[in-house]
C-alpha cells in the first residue's frame, strides 16, 4: 500500500482508459483526492462513480488537452473543488503510425499537439500549484508517461518516436528547472502495455505487427504502470526517481 498518497490532491490526464485511468484508480485507492482529466464525459463519470463507490474521491473534468483555454478552464474547475494539486500525471497521448513516405501531415499534428504539447498546457497550469506545495513543505510531483519509443526505433513509428523522445527530453529538462524547488519529475517509459491505445491505428498492416507483437511478448497491463507512479510519487520527499524504463519480461 501506499499510504503516503492519502494527503495528496492528484490531476491525472488520460484518465478516460488505459494507464491514467488504472493510475487514477490506484492513486484514489491509496487515499488521495483526484482530478480525471479526458475528452469521454461518459468514461470519466463511470470511473468517478467506481471510485467514490470504493470509498474514494474523484472528480471528472471533461477537457480536450489540444485546446488551451479548455485547460485553462479545468485547471480552474480542480482549484475549485479540489484546491492546490500537488500530484500531476500526463498520460495523455495518441499513437498514429504510418510510413513517413504517406505524408500523414494529420497525424504528425495530432501527435506534437497532444503527446507534446498538450503536456506543456498541463504543465504550465499546474507547475504554479506544485512550486507551491513544494514550498509549503509538501511533496510535489509531475510524472510524465513517455514510452519506450523515445530510444528504441520501430519503422513506421517515427513521429510518434519523436514526440516521445521529445516528452523524455522535456522532463529530464524540467528536473533540472524544478529539482532545486523540490518538485519532482518522473519520466515513464513504458513498454507493451495492454490498453486502447493501438486501437487508432488506420493501417490495417500496422494493426496486425502490433497485434504480433502483443501476441509474441505480452503486454504489461495498465496497472502495471500505475503501480510504479505510485511507487515513485510515494518516495521520501528527498527521492526522485528520475527516469524510469518498465518492460514486459520478454521486450527487449
Ligand atoms: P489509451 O488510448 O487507452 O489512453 C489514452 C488516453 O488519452 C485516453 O484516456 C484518452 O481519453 C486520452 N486522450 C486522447 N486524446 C486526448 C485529448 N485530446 N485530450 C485529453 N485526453 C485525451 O492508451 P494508453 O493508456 O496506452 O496511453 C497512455 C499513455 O501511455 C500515452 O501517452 C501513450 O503514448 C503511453 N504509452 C503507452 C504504451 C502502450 O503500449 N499502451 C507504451 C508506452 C507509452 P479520451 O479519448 O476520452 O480523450
Known amino acids: 500500500s ?3 498518497l492519502a494527503t495528496r490532491t492528484a490531476v491525472v490526464t488520460g484518465a478516460s482508459s488505459g494507464i491514467g485511468a488504472a493510475v487514477a484508480e490506484l492513486l484514489a485507492a491509496s487515499g488521495a483526492r483526484v482530478a480525471l482529466l479526458a475528452r469521454r464525459q461518459d468514461r470519466l463519470t463511470e470511473l468517478a462513480a ?22 485553462a478552464a479545468a485547471v480552474r474547475r480542480v482549484h475549485q473543488e479540489h484546491g492546490r494539486a500537488d500530484l500531476v500525471v500526463n498520460a495523455a497521448g495518441v499513437m498514429l503510425p504510418n510510413p513517413i513516405l504517406d505524408g500523414r501531415d494529420d497525424e504528425w499534428q495530432h501527435m506534437i499537439d497532444l503527446n507534446l504539447t498538450g503536456a506543456l498546457r498541463v504543465i504550465r497550469g499546474f507547475a504554479p500549484d506544485l512550486v507551491a506545495s513544494a514550498a509549503a513543505g ?14 528504441v526505433v520501430f519503422p513506421d ?23 532545486p524547488q523540490d518538485v519532482r519529475v518522473t519520466n515513464i517509459e513504458p513498454g507493451l502495455t495492454n490498453t486502447e491505445l493501438g486501437g487508432h491505428i488506420d493501417n490495417p498492416e500496422l494493426a496486425g505487427q502490433l497485434g504480433q507483437m502483443f501476441d509474441n511478448l505480452g503486454g504489461l497491463a495498465a496497472a502495471d504502470v500505475a503501480d510504479l507512479v505510485a511507487y515513485a510519487t510515494s518516495r521520501p520527499a528527498h527521492v526522485n526517481l528520475g527516469q524510469v524504463t518498465v ?5 527487449a
Open 2 to 4: 501506499y499510504d503516503s
Open 50 to 71: 467506481r471510485i467514490t463507490a470504493n470509498g474514494g474521491q474523484a472528480l471528472p473534468v471533461a477537457v480536450d488537452v489540444t485546446d488551451a483555454a479548455a485547460v
Open 138 to 151: 509538501h511533496r510535489a510531483d509531475l510524472v510524465n508517461i513517455s514510452s519506450i519509443g523515445a530510444h
Open 157 to 179: 513509428y517515427a513521429v510518434y518516436g519523436a514526440t516521445k523522445a521529445a516528452l523524455t527530453q522535456l522532463s529530464a529538462a524540467l528536473r533540472a528547472e524544478f529539482g
Open 247 to 251: 518492460l514486459p519480461t520478454r521486450q
